[in-house]
Structures are given as C-alpha cells and as structure tokens.
C-alpha cells in the first residue's frame, strides 16, 4: 500500500471496498455450497473501534447494515452517519448494561445481546417507555464459558418463555460467540437446534474466521469485522 492510500488511523479506501467485495463473495460461494440463497444471509459489518472515515466506503458500497459493540461508541459516530445514509440498520453486538439501554433503544436497530433477565426487563420497560422497538436476538452462551456473557444452553427455552410471555418480547433470533479455542461448528449447531425448538428464524452466527462455516449451519446474519476493515488497533470485546 502506497503511503497516500493509508490513513494514520485506520484502513484506506480502497482496502475497505476491497476487502468488502471479498467477504461478499466468499458470502455467496459458501451459500451456494451449502444450497442456500446468498440473499437469505445478513452481512453485519462490525465496525466497532473504526471511525467514520474508515466506515464510509462500506456504506458508499450499499452496505446498510452493522455492528457496534459499545453503546457510548457508537452514539460518537453513528447518528451522523444514520442521517446521511438512510436505511442504516445499527446492531448491538456487544454487552449491555442496565444504566445504557434507553440510549441503546434510541440508536440501536437491533440488540443482539439480551443476555441475562435484568436486562429482558429493561429493555422491555424502556421499548414502551420510547415506543422504540428494536429487534431482539438472545445471547447464548454455548460454551457455557464462566467469563463469557449469555444465557446458559440449558436454560435457553425457560428464558425464552419468559421474554415472550412475561414481559411481552419479540424475539427475532439467537446469537453466540463460540470458545476462540474450540471448533466453532458443534456451537453453531447447538445455537440452530435451540432456535428450532423455540420457533425462531434468526441466528447470528460467524465472524471473519469462521463465517462460512456458519451459513453451512444455517447462520442468518454473520457479524464479520476484521476482514473487511482490517485488524483492530486495540482489541475490543
Ligand atoms: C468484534 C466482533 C465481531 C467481529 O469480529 P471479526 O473477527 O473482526 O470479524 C463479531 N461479533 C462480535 C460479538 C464481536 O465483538
């Protein structure tokens, strides 16, 4: 890379549209492999510890939908960006805390990390409260990793039951961030047999490297980062 296509704090153009039009490629091949149609699989370009100029190029591609994985991160860049793209859809990828979920309701599109009841029930509180519905996907922890957040596989339908019934919840899907140290395929297959006895469509499943073994397990949406903005500066979630 020649040094006026690089930026001092972040990727250049090019690589960004470069690295996108792989990643949609790859996208489509692994669909088609696995008989699927490429336009039932959702990129969420995770664009968590980038800046708007990195961010840029992805959406002037068409790209509309990402990922954040920090509330306070995101509300720095994203509702400039929202405005003058419209048709932004924000997912919340990372954890989230009671004291920031009416600042996550009024940005975010998408809450993939409903991972314990305490925040089911502010989240539900808060959606009425704005009249703001985000679409919601609950965490499973698959690996049942002590330090990883989620809802244990064992009681992934009892809480399940709970968001829709109690407290009156749609849920879109499921997601999990399988063990970095373990074959991610048995957790993404885990997540789509909790999904399918509880009636759910959505899975969030795969990041850079192993994105395409997800959609082989039925993955709806893949939240990849590095592979189209390059490696984080400073690792973040
Ligand atoms: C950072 C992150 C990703 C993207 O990871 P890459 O390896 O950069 O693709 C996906 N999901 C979650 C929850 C993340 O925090």
Known sequence: MSVSESKANGPSHRSVA?????????IVRAALDARRAPGDIALVCVSKTFDADAILPA????????GENRVQEAEGKWPALKARFPGVELHLIGPLQSNKAREAVALFDVIETVDRV????????EMQRAQRFPKLFVEINTGAEPQK?????????????DC???????????MCIPPASELASPHFAL???IARRNGLAGLSMGMSADFELA??????HVRVGSAIFGSRATPAG
């Open 18 to 26: 470069a690295g996108l039009a792989e990643v949609r490629s790859r």
């Open 59 to 66: 959406l002037e591609a068409g790209e509309r939908m990402f």
């Open 118 to 125: 305490k925040i089911a029930e502010t989240l539900a509180h």
């Open 149 to 161: 957040a989620g809802i244990l596989p064992q009681n992934a339908d009892a809480f399940l039951t």
């Open 164 to 174: 829709r019934q109690r407290l009156g919840l749609k849920i879109a899907g499921l």
């Open 191 to 193: 997540l789509a047999s």
């Open 215 to 220: 959609i082989q397990c039925g993955a709806t």
